[in-house]
């Protein structure tokens, strides 16, 4: 049981929109930055989104982030069968163990 | 470039050992927060460790604690996992992530790590 809660999947035909939440809590989410990472099948994760909302270089700007409370979004617009990957949200947990969390992971299809 | 890349998975015994190694270049390691993340297969990602710039403060998730050892050596540009008392559910891929400070930038390409008899 992951700490911050996923969809497991989800899915939208090509050109459509779709959105991925991230559910955590205060000790996590509520207070910390929030990202995202793409895993393609057999790849290692690659960095989408940091500071809730930031790109880094590279990544379009189809993908978008947000935070509000202890919730955060994943935004892909413009969806592409290159899109098909499995997503995941992660954060700090700021509890005893001061440890990093991730999310339990959401597969995106593109039908 | 960054690169990170893992090495040292193996097929080990249960209450065997290992260490993984993660060789990085394209940036000053030295000024860099790291990160071992883990993936069992057909599983999500969970964290596993992480160590400060310069090796003074470390951090494990309690299925590693005692177990575990994360290190560094900045004068080889290295990041490694000493892995004791390797369990059947410790089988996974183990990626090595840079720390950007909020959040993991840039990631190897995993080593797997198989513990069975």
């Known amino acids: 049981q992951s700490v911050l809660t996923q969809p497991p999947s989800v899915s939208a035909a090509p050109g459509q929109k779709v959105t991925i939440s991230c559910s955590g809590s205060s000790s996590n989410i509520g207070n910390n930055y929030v990202s995202w990472y793409q895993q393609l099948p057999g790849t290692a994760p690659k960095l989408l989104i940091y500071?809730?909302?930031k790109r880094p270089s590279g990544i379009p700007d189809r993908f978008s982030g947000s935070k509000s409370g202890t919730s955060a979004t994943l935004g892909i617009t413009g969806l592409q069968t290159g899109d098909e990957a499995e997503y995941y949200c992660?954060?700090?947990?700021?509890?005893?163990?001061?440890?990093?969390?991730f999310g339990g992971g959401t597969k995106l299809t593109v039908l | 470039e960054v690169q990170l890349v893992e090495s040292g998975g193996a097929l080990v015994q249960p209450g065997g050992s290992l260490r993984l190694s993660c060789a990085a270049s394209g940036f000053t390691f030295s000024s860099y927060w790291m990160h071992w993340v883990r993936q069992a297969p057909g599983k999500g990602l969970v964290w596993v460790s992480r160590i400060n710039s310069d090796g003074t403060s470390t951090r494990y998730a309690d299925s590693v604690k005692g177990r575990f050892t994360i290190s560094r050596d900045n004068a080889k540009n290295t990041l490694y996992l000493q892995m004791n008392s390797l369990r059947a559910d410790d089988t996974a891929v183990y990626y090595c992530a840079r720390d950007m400070g909020i959040a993991m930038d840039y990631w190897g390409q995993g080593t797997l790590v198989t513990v069975s008899s």
């Open positions: 992660g954060t700090w947990d700021s509890s005893l163990s001061a440890n990093w969390v």
């Open positions: 500071d809730n909302n």
